[in-house]
């Protein structure tokens, strides 16, 4: 994923009602920006860092700049817009970097499907396996060493692990696909401290035959990838 031109920077004042968030710009004037992240962002908010942000040429945006990094206090970048990991796994699926994804001549995002009225991230068919539904999710927990997630309790994401074992049920494959925007993030596994009740139900799928991959990015102002694997601790 490349931005052209560049992301811009700034400094991080602090974020607020959720969606936004107060940054200075290189000329000391302060600004309001788009925080496009539905999570808790527990520690990942550094007030006095830098950020960098996208510019919509959009008229009727009354926020035009979108957050995209956050520069940590020891120098590793975060990606903050978590809608970028939906185009990070695409992207990677399609340049062949997610091997245990090979094999599938067809991509389609956000199909519904389930019982409870869900949509999939990616679903991935004609190929020598059968049928995958693939649910992404942004990864930016960064906490004693390790990376977890969620970073809040999600009662949504507990509905994705039932569609999942649903499918694993029915005979296809169901993926739980951890995109992790966070370059400090050498592991992920289920933050129990946070969501006891999605760790156990994720110990569940897995033991019903739910694949769960992780895979690390490299960010910077130019470019955002998906590189290699992470292992995935139970």
């Not at 956000?110 to 649910?135: A, F, M």
Request: net charge negative; aromatic share 8%; charged share 25%.
């Amino acid at each position: 994923m490349h931005f052209d031109p560049p992301l811009q920077q700034g400094r991080l004042i602090k974020r607020y009602k959720r969606f936004l968030a107060d940054i200075e710009l290189a000329d000391g004037s302060i600004t309001t920006i788009h925080c496009p992240n539905t999570g808790s962002m527990k520690n990942c908010l550094f007030p006095g860092e830098p950020v960098w942000f996208s510019v919509s040429d959009n008229p009727k945006r009354k926020y035009p700049f979108t957050w995209e990094l956050m520069q940590t206090s020891s120098g590793e970048l975060i990606g903050i817009n978590t809608g970028r990991a939906n185009q990070l796994a695409e992207e990677a699926i399609l340049q062949g970097v997610i091997t245990e994804l090979h094999g599938y001549k067809r991509l389609q995002r956000e199909v519904r499907y389930g019982e409870e009225n869900s949509r999939i991230d990616i679903k991935l068919t004609e190929g020598t396996q059968p049928d995958c539904y693939v649910e992404v999710k942004s990864a930016t927990l960064l906490d004693a060493g390790h990376g977890y997630f969620p970073d809040a309790v999600t009662e949504r994401g507990q509905k994705h692990l039932r569609e999942l074992m649903a499918v694993v049920k029915n005979g296809q494959r169901g993926v739980l696909l951890f995109i992790v925007q966070h370059t400090g993030i050498k592991d992920v596994a289920a933050a129990k401290q946070i969501d006891p009740a999605y760790a156990e139900l994720l110990d569940t799928a897995i033991s019903a035959g739910v694949e769960v991959l992780a895979y690390c990015s490299e960010l910077n102002n130019n470019e955002f990838r998906v590189s290699n694997s992470v292992p995935f601790l139970r």
